[in-house]
């Protein structure tokens, strides 16, 4: 252990290797899925240069990489370590290294956070796709990578959007640009605007590494598509009593392209989000709410906004009357938070704890599905609630992807009662023998995915010993070993 720690100490600077046992803790925090190993120590890399030396010398002492990119806590068990591992901890290459406002894009380090990104774009008019309140100090770069879904379901285009171009170091040590990126010399002397993801040749290079939990390459930076921020916005809200009646609004507006932010979520993750760390505030929320809410927002730019507005809103009341159903400018039973709530989707949540974590460690259930499938997972789940015999309600949100042709479901419970973690894990293969797709399959679920797609398996083990033959890139996770 102690020459370990000596070799990496001479590949890096002092203190860039930690191997205090106070320090390691912080990569146990919320753990819970699939530990088993603990992290040796973790190194701080600063420079590509610095992570390819990392790279090359785990291969030598064949020991793991675990990276890091997001400061805690971890909900899926991603960066938990199978074995006694090395922790990349990627916090301190954090440069906002480009702000390209006639591109429209941004390039990162993959320790650039959204609590850092966010207000960088908004001096500069634009914004970035963000998930749903996610933590100021989760890594952008590692967001998109894993695809998570962005409340603009009009702006996702494709499962990977808004990643276009990155510079990975595979498992053998080796760096290799994706897209527009690819051409030969540095990047101070390459013309090209990086924005351009396909390739080089007939390949998509960039999506091996997407979703892959850091088991096929270590990102160094990423060039991500930015929109332009709004001049205006407007929220509107539909109050949902029945789930089959879900999807048919959003369906229809975002065909039509009138909303840029379109989601929906259950009243008791809305109450969540809305009381605070109050548990008389949330149990009055809850009781004021709707079972769903769907969130609607407007948005007028820079040339005639308010012009803009006005016929996005004649357009927005003709499909609610249309379909026979109420839209409302503020949350039903709670005048003048609907203002409140869209500005906090346009920012990283502040708050410790994050609002998941209010009644203790949570357990996350997500997955995609078609919009025709929506209203019967959600009743199902409810079901399966039941009888793991769970009390009262558990969170629920849905996102349109993909311009609405897909649905991004997810549902998430918080406490130490034994039925959750029941729940927690019967649930995911009741879910998948009834439709529900896995597309980031973390710990047990990967079992559930793989078991039947031996053809998939070869295919991505073969990939696996191309870009990294030793197996020392977060070993497994996914299919791998």
Same mark, same amino acid.
């Given at each position: 252990m102690q020459s370990l720690i000596e070799r990496f100490t001479d590949l890096l600077e002092d203190g860039k290797v930690s191997a205090s046992p106070l320090g390691l803790n912080v990569y146990k925090q919320g753990l819970r899925h699939d530990g088993g190993g603990r992290p040796l120590l973790a190194v701080f890399p600063e420079t590509k240069a610095e992570v390819q030396a990392i790279v090359r010398l785990a291969n030598e002492k064949r020991m793991p990489l675990v990276p890091v990119s997001s400061g805690p806590p971890r909900f899926?068990?991603?960066?938990?370590?199978?074995?006694?591992?090395?922790?990349?901890?990627?916090?301190?290459?954090?440069?906002?290294?480009?702000?390209?406002?006639?591109?429209?894009?941004?390039?990162?380090? !993959?320790?650039?956070?959204?609590?850092?990104? +966010? =207000?960088?774009?908004?001096?500069?008019? $634009?914004?970035?796709?963000?998930?749903? #309140?996610?933590?100021?100090?989760?890594?952008?770069?590692?967001?998109?990578?894993?695809?998570?879904?962005?409340?603009i379901p009009k702006y996702h285009y494709d499962h990977l959007d808004p990643l276009l171009t990155l510079e990975v170091v595979y498992g053998t040590g080796d760096d290799f640009r994706?897209?527009?990126?690819?051409?030969?010399?540095?990047?101070?002397?390459?013309?090209?605007?990086?924005?351009?993801?396909?390739?080089?040749?007939?390949?998509?290079?960039?999506?091996?590494?997407?979703?892959?939990?850091?088991?096929?390459?270590?990102?160094?930076?990423?060039?991500?598509?930015?929109?332009?921020? !709004?001049?205006?916005?407007?929220?509107?809200? +539909? =109050?949902?009593?029945?789930?089959?009646? $879900?999807?048919?609004?959003?369906?229809? #507006?975002?065909?039509?392209?009138?909303?840029d932010e379109c989601l929906a979520l259950n009243r008791h993750t809305l109450a969540a989000i809305l009381a605070g760390d109050d548990a008389r505030e949330f149990a009055r929320l809850q009781a004021a709410l709707p079972p769903w809410t769907i969130l609607l927002a407007i948005s007028g730019y820079q040339r005639r906004p308010e012009e803009r507005v006005r016929v996005q809103e004649k357009h927005l009341f003709d499909v609610g009357d249309r379909l026979g159903i109420a839209i409302e400018p503020d949350l039903p039973g709670l005048r003048a938070r609907g203002a409140e709530l869209l500005e906090s989707l346009e920012n990283p949540w502040p708050e410790t704890p994050h609002w998941k974590l209010r009644s203790g460690d949570s357990h996350d259930i997500f997955f995609l599905c078609p919009m025709s499938k929506v209203a019967s997972l959600i009743l199902l789940m409810q079901e399966l609630a039941r009888d793991a015999g769970v009390n009262g309600e558990i969170g629920g949100y849905i996102q349109p992807v993909t311009q609405g042709r897909g649905c991004h479901c997810e549902f998430h419970f918080s406490g130490a009662d034994p039925a959750l973690a029941r729940l927690s894990a019967e649930a995911p293969e009741a879910l998948m023998n009834h439709g529900a797709f896995f597309s980031r399959p973390y710990g047990a679920?990967?079992?559930?995915?793989?078991?039947?797609?031996?053809?998939?398996?070869?295919?991505?083990?073969?990939?696996?010993?191309?870009?990294?033959?030793?197996?020392?890139?977060?070993?497994?996770?996914?299919?791998?070993?």
């Open positions: 899926h068990g991603g960066t938990a370590c199978k074995t006694d591992s090395v922790i990349v901890d990627f916090s301190r290459m954090n440069r906002i290294l480009r702000i390209d406002p006639d591109n429209r894009s941004v390039m990162l380090e !993959p320790g650039a956070t959204f609590g850092a990104v +966010i =207000p960088a774009l908004k001096a500069q008019g $634009l914004r970035i796709s963000t998930p749903l #309140l996610p933590r100021a100090n989760k890594s952008v770069v590692a967001c998109h990578l894993e695809r998570e879904p962005g409340t994706t897209g527009s990126a690819s051409g030969p010399g540095s990047l101070e002397t390459l013309k090209a605007d990086k924005v351009n993801p396909w390739g080089p040749g007939s390949l998509d290079y960039y999506r091996f590494v997407s979703a892959a939990q850091g088991s096929m390459g270590l990102v160094t930076w990423a060039v991500l598509k930015t929109e332009v921020l !709004p001049v205006i916005k407007r929220p509107y809200f +539909i =109050p949902v009593t029945d789930p089959g009646r $879900l999807t048919a609004p959003m369906n229809e #507006l975002l065909r039509r392209r009138i909303v679920w990967a079992d559930l995915v793989y078991r039947d797609y031996a053809e998939g398996v070869a295919a991505l083990r073969e990939l696996k010993r191309i870009f990294d033959p030793n197996n020392i890139l977060n070993p497994g996770k996914l299919c791998f070993e």
